[in-house]
Each structure stands twice: as C-alpha cells, then as structure tokens.
DNA sequence: GGCCAGGGGATTA
DNA sequence: TAATCCCATGGC
C-alpha cells in the first residue's frame, strides 16, 4: 500500500468471527488474505481486518484494523470503525434471547455465532444489493469489482494492483445502460443506471438522514426505485440503515423456514409473521444466522442438506432433524 | 395473480 | 452438450 496507514485496535472483542462476518453475503469487497485476515475498501478507504484470540482461552479477542483513512480524528476514527463492525450491541444476549427455545436457531448460531451485522454505506449497499439479485455471490462480487474498476476513483496501489472505490452517484447517475456493458452486469444495468439518477435527483435526504423516516416511509422510498423490490429493499434497510427487524426473504431463509420450521415454500406473509413473532426486533439478525448455516450445511454436509430436501412435506418444528 | 424474460456463468446431469 | 440454478423484479 502507498502512502501512510493507521492503526485501529479494539480489545476483548466477543462473539466476532471474520469468516462470519465477511462470508455471510452482506458485504462483497471484503477478501480473505493467505494469513485469515480480510482485506476490502469501505468509504474511499482501503483496510485490513485481522482477529487474534485471546490466549488464555476467553472468549474474545483482539481485533486489529489497519487502513489509509487519514482525512479524520483518531477518536472519529474509532467511532467510525466501532459502527461498521457494530461492536456496541451485545450478540451474546441476542443469540440466547433467539435460541430460546428454538433448536433450529441454536444449531444455527452454533455454525455462526461470530456473524456481525456491518453499518454500510447507504448508495454502496443498495447498488450492490440491486446487482445481487437473482445472482450468486462469487458472481455479484465479480460484477461489483468490475464496476469499481471502471467506474470508481482509484484510491491507492496495493502489491502494485490499483485499488477503486466504489462510484459515485454523480458518476453513475450521467451514464447510460451501454457504458456499463464491460461490467457484464445483465439486465440490471437498466436499475443501476435508472436509480443512480432518480437518486441523484431526489436521494438527498434518503442518503443523508434517511434512516431518522419511520420504517415505512423509507420501504416505500426503496420500493419506488428501478429494480427495488420487497427482497433488496429489505437488504439495504438491514445492512445498511440499522433496521435490524426486517427479515429479508431470499430462496435460501425461504427453504430454511420451509424444510426447518415445517412452513409451505411460497407462503412468503406467513413466513414473515413467524419471524416477527419468533424473532421480534432482531429479524435480520436471526436472517443472518439462518442463511449462512443453511449454506453451510448445502456446502459442508450434502447428505443432510438433501435429508432436509426430503421432508419438505413434512411438518416439523425442527427438533425431529438429525445433526 | 401467475408467468416468464432479463444475462451470464458455474455446476451438475 | 444440455439443463439447472442463482440472496428478484418488472411487465404483461
């Protein structure tokens, strides 16, 4: 990396995993490094999130963040960093409130305890979520550096390999469909380039003080967007507005409340109602849990996921499926 | 409200 | 080589 770079550490951080974290499909310019550190741009600024244990076998650890975010205090630095890692809410007690007589939830958390909600950028996250639909991860990740790379500033060098920040709405919002073809971003080209100006036309107080509207407000906002609906609205408002009850409903948390919570596969409302009843003002949180062991399970343990494909039918709290 | 195209690449059959 | 799938939405 050129130029200088400051330090962040925080202490004595719990229920915090990288692969957690940054492997959850929340984010998607967050990589991992040969040593397990991630390496991603946030805000115009390039950094490195590292995690060490602690040694005397505690929970917690010390999380160390290095970065060229210079342009700030340190004390407004570490502001900064304590709410994209959202080390101020306390995981531990929101896994046992969800887990509660849940063992569906337990075994969830059980696989991704260290899951942390990131507080991202409002434009980033629903340009992002906007390019993720109907689309798998490894794929919306190619298709976001992509657009970085040819729409982004160049923030810096690393290992010699220029490093983009994520465009801006002024940029996107003066293009047109066909300059982002070489992005191979398909029909959302369309959205990106349709919302990017309805943004940059009338996004000012949505960008700025938009999570201060009452919930309702701000979904009917997303939903009037080009390519916003109820999933990616959900998304941007979880991930990046700090409403930690919505439940985004995507195929897999749809096939999670189907094949382990025993709910008819398209019956999206009372998936909905079982969350609010069940999951309360941390729907998102226990969305998370759930799509990430989900995938785990589909990636890590085929025999069972496909088990879990054969009782579809069938009606059960989650207590009757095997380990 | 149901159906299907949109774009493209990875994985599976 | 063909079929299927993917953190959906828009338009008919």
Redesign the pocket.
Known sequence: MSGDLTKQVFENVRDFDLDDIFD???CFRWNKQPDGSYSGVVEGSFANISFLPSENGEAGGRVTIWSNRLAESPSLREKFWRNYLDLDRDYDAIKRLLSTEDAVMGRAIKTCGGIRILNQNKWETLISFLI????????IKACIERLCVEQGRRIGRLRGKPIYAFPSVDRLSVLREEHLADC?L??RAK?IVETARRIAYDGGAFLSTGEQMPIEKIEEYL?S?????????N?VMLFSMKKSEVF?L???VRRVMNRLYGMGEENVSAMKDCAKRNFGSYGGIAQQYL?HYIRTVARDNPALYERLRLEESDETDGAAVPE
Do not use: E, T
């Not at 993720?132 to 794929?139: A, L, T």
């Not at 967007?225 to 609205?233: H, I």
């Open positions: 959850c499909g929340q993720s639909q109907n689309n798998n991860i490894p794929r191979r398909g029909y959205y939903l967007l080009s390519g916003v609906g109820p999933k990616v609205a998304c985004p995507d195929v897999w799509f």
